[in-house]
């Protein structure tokens, strides 16, 4: 009767390690999830701005430009540079995903873009002013730039008109190719479905508990989860998620997109600096306890 009773406790130790990895499997896929939803507006719009808006936004300008200024800007090759990497691009692109996401919300099947972004515009317009002004290194060309920069900004509200058109086109050209990317899109980025990942981690949590009795052990085994998530996130599931991202691109826009990886990298860290405080926690107050006693 004994031996019964130790082989019933064996056993039931056994089932709890299964589903204490069970829910640590689940925890690492929820982890993997959220490095998503949390981030993927910020890689939609570094993604994206650089091979749609800017390229008409820097037509539009260097236009405006040469027909204000009278002058050849081939020569000033940091131009393009200064528009696909400004801040006031990712504003502009962003808006236009929100844009997108709000017409496919209300049902529309025919998109007509009439985004406000003159502000945005306006600065980024200054900015490539300024920088004309860098690569001409004559002070006579720089007066010049400045007695026509009030004339190029004028024109902030034609370029707006131009992005729209522009935008207009390319959506209804693809939206129906993307449409289940975008609806995906729309849920992960969704407040419901952001707080249904982080209550999925209190549950687990409160779970991992029951299992293991221990708040120290919990702590130990999800920090564990939480440093292998991120590791495996930076080293691994990027360049898997990268290269399907890439193939479909190239599939069904006709160009390679390539993620940017900044974000990818600041979850990443973000869940093994989360890790590392879980374990020294599990392991401060593992020791605390074996000191008590």
Known sequence: QKRKGLNMKKNLSIS??????????????????????????????????????????????????????????DKFQNIEQAITENDYIKEITLKYIEAIIEQLNNGNTEFTFNVEITAQITDLIKAIVNSFKESTNSSLLNKVIDSFSEQILSQAKSVE????????????????????YIKIYSILISTWFKALLIGMVIVLFILCMIVTKSLSTTLLNFGGCSLFAGLTYI????????????????????????????????SGIIMIIAGILGIVAGMLLRKKLKNKF
């Open 161 to 180: 008109n131009t992005i729209n058109e522009y935008i207009t086109e390319n959506a209804n050209k693809y939206a129906s190719r993307y449409d289940t």
């Open 16 to 73: 709890r390690k299964i589903i204490l990895f069970l829910l640590s499997f689940i925890m690492i896929i929820n982890l993997f999830i959220m490095g998503i939803s949390f981030q993927i507006k910020n890689i939609a719009t570094d993604t994206l701005c650089t091979p749609t808006v800017s390229e008409a936004i820097c037509d539009k300008i260097i236009v405006i430009v040469k027909e204000n200024l009278g002058i050849n800007t």
């Open 235 to 266: 080293s691994i599931f990027f360049n898997f998620v990268s290269n399907i991202f890439q193939a479909i691109s190239q599939q069904y826009v006709g160009t390679t997109l390539h993620l940017s990886h900044t974000y990818f990298i600041k």
